[in-house]
T-cell receptor, first 109, second 115 residues
Framework: TQLLEQSPQFLSIQEGENLTVYCNSS?????LQWYRQEPGEGPVLLVT?????EVKKLKRLTFQFGDARKDSSLHITAAQPGDTGLYLC?????????FGTGTRLKVLA | KAGVTQTPRYLIKTRGQQVTLSCSPI?????VSWYQQTPGQGLQFLFE???????NKGNFPGRFSGRQFSNSRSEMNVSTLELGDSALYLC??????????????FGSGTRLTVV
């Protein structure tokens, strides 16, 4: 069974700092999605990456897909309290319905 | 366009009872998936329906079941509730075709508490 490991598990930073979270697997992804979830709500899709080496930017968020399509990262520049939430990666490989373990981010004002 | 609608938002049930949760997907989305989310286990896949057929199933006991109607609306049922079934149940719809995925749109979930 393909597993998605996310790191770090928890992250607490001050407003204005930069951070990177990671999503790794031993298997190749056909595509990868990143979501953010706020307490009491469902996850919200942020981005889909498909091509190895692909980089996508969404305002202060930069998503990178590894060349071998086995890993991905999410970098946030100048974090704001509104970025607080649970960040999840999800893969659409052979086992389509796998979510990562999640990174819980808290940005302090 | 309207998002994914889940009802009810909150539910309190007693051990041994059964419960039915409802999900209306985004118009045009034929794939509906259900997930259970708990602090300890994270997001765990329950099952997926596509055009009224269960296309995939996670590792949950038979007490968990679901169905999809011709209008793509879906329901999931949990019978003989246990304390450990307390969780946020999330429904997600997608344009996914077999072998492809474009990501999910999730509803806000149903928070089930079993006492």
């Amino acid at each position: 069974t393909q597993l998605l490991e996310q790191s770090p598990q928890f992250l607490s930073i001050q407003e204005g700092e930069n951070l990177t979270v990671y999503c790794n697997s031993s298997s190749v992804f056909s595509s990868l999605q990143w979501y953010r979830q706020e307490p009491g709500e469902g996850p919200v899709l942020l981005v889909t990456v498909v091509t190895g080496g692909e980089v996508k930017k969404l305002k202060r968020l930069t998503f990178q897909f590894g060349d071998a399509r086995k890993d991905s990262s999410l970098h946030i520049t100048a974090a704001q309290p509104g970025d607080t939430g649970l960040y999840l990666c999800e893969t659409s490989g052979t086992y389509k319905y796998i979510f990562g373990t999640g990174t819980r981010l808290k940005v302090l004002a | 366009k309207a998002g994914v609608t889940q009802t009810p938002r909150y539910l309190i049930k007693t051990r041994g009872q059964q419960v039915t949760l409802s999900c209306s997907p985004i118009s045009g989305h034929r794939s509906v998936s259900w997930y259970q989310q708990t602090p300890g286990q994270g997001l765990q896949f329950l099952f997926e329906y596509f055009s009224e057929t269960q296309r995939n199933k996670g590792n949950f006991p038979g007490r968990f079941s679901g169905r999809q109607f011709s209008n793509s609306r879906s329901e999931m049922n949990v019978s003989t509730l246990e304390l450990g079934d307390s969780a946020l149940y999330l429904c997600a719809s997608s344009l996914s075709l077999p072998g492809q995925s474009y990501g999910y749109t999730f509803g806000s979930g149903t928070r089930l508490t079993v006492v």
